[in-house]
Each structure stands twice: as structure tokens, then as C-alpha cells.
């Protein structure tokens, strides 16, 4: 519960100043660019991520790091975060900043897990299905894991649709499990 409620107020305040200021998009594309940073060094990540290392060092590293190549009000954005010792959340913040980012665009963005890869004529059907049912334009992301045995489960923010093969056969254990004999 904590973490939704910092990354909605986080994300909320940023994305107020960047609507204001018309640098929603700049700021969407510098935070993930700076997320991706964090994930490709683990070394930067390790250090923005630990509770020991003092804030003053973590946002001269970032300064160093991605200071000239960011807008102020993103650098000023994550030094506040550090400072209030919030980057444990900085993930979530991003989420919940895109998400809105979107919402003013008319976009939602859906996750789509499968047991096996979708195939492409499917796609195409797929987003149009999910467009027509949300009513906005949609961006999905594609993931294949095989312990769903079949079927797909699409997420459309908190909406989930599990369609697995390993919901029906979880469902079909509950209904035998509640089956009474004699």
C-alpha cells in the first residue's frame, strides 16, 4: 500500500510541473533512460539502491552520470527523491508517471503473457480487439512463459483477464475440492 501512495504522489508532483512546463514526453523518455542506466550498471544500481550510502553521494553520482543530458527539473526530481531517502520507489514512480503521461494521450499500456510465442497474425487482431474493448490506443508488450500451459493473461493496469490453462485447471481443483460425496 505504501508503495503506490509515494508513487503517486511522487509521480502526481512531477507530472504536474511537466504538464505545466509542456515536457511530459522529455521527462517520460529521461526516466526511463535513467531507469535502463540503473539496470545496465549493476555497479550504479547497487549504489542508488543502497540505505548506507549517503544521499550527497548518490546525487553526485547521478549528476555525473546523466546530469548534462537531462532536463533540470528531472535531476531536481531525483535529488529530491535521494534526499527523502525515496529511490527505493524510483521504479514504481516511473510507472505510475508514465501511466499518467498516457492517460492525458489516450494510451494504455498491456501486458500480454502466453505459454508460447503469439503469432504475428494474431497480434495485429489482438490490439485491435483490446483497443476496441478500452477504448484508447494500445501499446502491448509480449511475454512468453511457458507455467500457464496455454491460453493468455492480459493485464490492462489493475485489470488482469487469465484465461490460462493453469486458472481453468486451478478453478476446476477448487470445484472439486468443494464437491461433497454422499
Same mark, same amino acid.
Given at each position: 500500500?505504501? !508503495?503506490?501512495?509515494? #508513487?503517486?504522489?511522487?509521480?502526481?508532483? /512531477?507530472?504536474?510541473?511537466?504538464?505545466?512546463?509542456?515536457?511530459?514526453?522529455?521527462?517520460e523518455e529521461e526516466l526511463?533512460?535513467? /531507469?535502463? #542506466?540503473?539496470?545496465?550498471?549493476?555497479?550504479?544500481?547497487?549504489?542508488?539502491?543502497?540505505?548506507?550510502?549517503?544521499? #550527497?553521494? !548518490?546525487?553526485? @553520482?547521478?549528476? $555525473?552520470?546523466?546530469?548534462?543530458?537531462?532536463?533540470?527539473?528531472?535531476?531536481?526530481? @531525483?535529488?529530491v527523491l535521494l534526499d527523502?531517502?525515496r529511490e527505493v520507489f524510483? +521504479?514504481?514512480?516511473?510507472?505510475?508517471?508514465?501511466?499518467?503521461?498516457?492517460?492525458?494521450?489516450?494510451?494504455? $499500456?498491456?501486458?500480454?503473457?502466453?505459454?508460447?510465442?503469439?503469432?504475428?497474425?494474431? +497480434?495485429?487482431?489482438?490490439? *485491435? *480487439?483490446?483497443? +476496441?474493448?478500452?477504448?484508447?490506443?494500445?501499446?502491448? *508488450?509480449?511475454? !512468453? !512463459?511457458?507455467?500457464?500451459?496455454?491460453?493468455?493473461?492480459?493485464?490492462?493496469?489493475?485489470?488482469? @483477464?487469465?484465461?490460462?490453462?493453469?486458472?481453468?485447471?486451478?478453478?476446476?481443483?477448487?470445484?472439486?475440492?468443494? @464437491?461433497?460425496?454422499?
Amino acid at each position: 500500500m505504501l !508503495k503506490g501512495a509515494v #508513487a503517486e504522489r511522487y509521480a502526481g508532483a /512531477l507530472f504536474g510541473i511537466a504538464q505545466e512546463k509542456g515536457l511530459m514526453e522529455k521527462i517520460e523518455e529521461e526516466l526511463r533512460g535513467i /531507469l535502463e #542506466a540503473l539496470d545496465a550498471s549493476p555497479d550504479f544500481k547497487r549504489v542508488f539502491y543502497h540505505p548506507q550510502v549517503p544521499a #550527497a553521494v !548518490k546525487k553526485e @553520482i547521478v549528476k $555525473e552520470a546523466v546530469g548534462g543530458q537531462v532536463e533540470t527539473y528531472t535531476l531536481n526530481f @531525483i535529488n529530491v527523491l535521494l534526499d527523502a531517502r525515496r529511490e527505493v520507489f524510483f +521504479k514504481d514512480i516511473v510507472q505510475e508517471y508514465t501511466r499518467l503521461v498516457n492517460e492525458t494521450r489516450n494510451v494504455v $499500456e498491456v501486458t500480454v503473457t502466453s505459454a508460447v510465442e503469439v503469432p504475428a497474425a494474431y +497480434k495485429d487482431e489482438l490490439v *485491435a *480487439a483490446l483497443a +476496441k474493448a478500452t477504448g484508447k490506443e494500445v501499446r502491448v *508488450a509480449y511475454e !512468453k !512463459k511457458t507455467e500457464i500451459l496455454g491460453g493468455l493473461v492480459i493485464r490492462i493496469g489493475n485489470r488482469v @483477464i487469465d484465461s490460462s490453462v493453469a486458472r481453468q485447471l486451478e478453478r476446476l481443483r477448487e470445484q472439486i475440492r468443494q @464437491i461433497r460425496v454422499g
